[in-house]
């Protein structure tokens, strides 16, 4: 059995699946001239998964994803799942106004056509949407990992949100410690948002903030610095997916950030000091055994 | 009924669709910023034909398809058909390779999960991997009306290829003059082109040669200056899509080429004054009218 590892996936991964005596294959891929994909398993396979992650070129990353399945049906090789390290397009996973589409139904209902009923995933933004698109879902909620991993020491777990309590919740429980959201308000015609105020009790206390995503780094910001006014001596944010756009990194350093904790599902740009990146191939390797992944 | 217009489609079709009294419905597009598109249908939409082309950024057109039609779901609206003016992908119909994708599958297949069965086309590069695909094909051979709205006067019809045999047989047919083919051979590794030698009835003669495609312009170059050394007086070259990357203009310039007669199926960026491009607009309400669009 092997993996099947696609280009949106990173080097840092890719070495720890080997080490761990994983059967690594990389398809041969090139971009045509007039800018078409084209992809190419050379290598056997009888038996595998496909890992792949949607960040950046996202379009280009799902595109991608479908042309390997089709190639591994040409090949009569069976797919037994398919890993997203980071999952784009998931927070667009309901019709927020009149005219818009789920998007996530979009472009994983595919999968379906191409083979694949099991999806592992990294903290995708909601699960329910890929259980509702008839998908077995395995999706891990690493943030207790990642918090043990990297060493910090909280005493306190907050959500951004109400979407992001489940996590608080796990991580939180997990470790011992209490745990609280934050509640915020996103205007779906301008994207501002706005923090309602909120008591919270972290005077004094080092705060871990977990999500799932931090992009533009608004939202991110803004808790920490609402945090820092309520007391909180220390402030981390645990965050899976570190996609950091725009003046995210400015943004976060001015807000006071200790460190941000997050995972390598995606392939990341220079980063400055004060964000560590705990590697996740362990978590890909056990969503890969419950998939069936067996290293024969 | 209207026409739901994405953003692949020329301004051009636009405004003649507008002129000709269709209901042209252009949805509210963005991109985060994080590179996910955005997509949304503001208007009130019952019963709709979407119209899109492939050509730029493959990968974003066909994924603002998909969301797109997944929008439509979610208001309730029919869709009758989707018209694609240049498919992108449709090179890649069959596994040249071993372990190479049929690419066009990937792409065109969840079309039909989004409830699509018939497909309207200008020119597809092969309708037969449309139809294994169990979608209705509607498509149109347009070099006779290329030649013929372009005023050009044509002895010989010349396809470069046996695969455009078709396309040169009916437009020289409709206009009731000789055709006939040169053979290419593509090394399936190296990409490279040669031209078989071959004796043609040209000499004295204002030769077209017709395609579907011309990219790089390299197959296309080579068979005008075949063209020339066998006597040929004027090459005009008549292709449908012109995605002219690369050095294509340059290569073709050196050719000797009279003019390019190309459509409207792509958007241009500038082109040279030997670059003639014929509004396809009538054709795509023909194949609109074949798919059921009523202007009511």
Request: charged letters at 25%; glycine letters at 8%.
């Amino acid at each position: 059995m092997s993996m099947l590892v696609l280009s949106g996936v990173p080097e840092s991964i890719i070495d720890g699946l080997k080490s761990a005596g994983v059967r690594v294959v990389m398809p041969y891929t090139k971009i045509f001239p007039d800018g078409e994909q084209y992809i190419r398993i050379e290598e056997e396979v009888d038996s595998c998964i496909v890992l792949q992650s949607m960040y950046p070129e996202q379009d280009r990353r799902f595109i991608e994803l479908y042309l390997a399945l089709e190639a591994l049906r040409g090949l009569n090789a069976k797919c037994i799942g398919v890993i997203v390290l980071y999952l784009a397009y998931a927070r667009q996973d309901k019709r927020f106004l009149r005219g818009e589409p789920i998007s996530i139904y979009a472009l994983m209902q595919p999968l379906k056509l191409l083979g694949i009923d099991r999806v592992g995933v990294i903290d995708v933004h909601s699960e329910s949407s890929l259980r509702n698109l008839g998908l077995e879902v395995l999706n891990v909620l690493p943030h207790k990992y990642m918090i043990e991993k990297s060493g910090i020491k909280v005493e306190f777990v907050l959500a951004p949100d109400k979407g992001a309590l489940a996590r608080a919740k796990a991580a939180a429980e997990g470790l011992g410690i209490p745990y609280d959201n934050l509640e915020k308000f996103r205007d779906r015609i301008t994207g501002e948002i706005t923090m309602k105020e909120k008591r919270l009790d972290v005077a004094g206390k080092t705060v871990a903030i977990v999500d799932d995503i931090v992009s533009t780094g608004g939202t991110l910001a803004k808790a920490i610095e609402n945090l820092y006014k309520l007391g909180a001596s220390k402030v981390y944010a645990v965050v899976s997916h570190a996609l950091l756009v725009g003046n995210a990194i400015e943004k976060l350093e001015r807000s006071g950030i200790e460190e941000l904790i997050t995972l390598n599902t995606v392939r990341h740009r220079e980063l400055p000091k004060w964000v560590r990146v705990v590697d996740c191939t362990e978590l890909v390797l056990d969503i890969a055994k419950e998939l069936g992944y067996r290293s024969v």
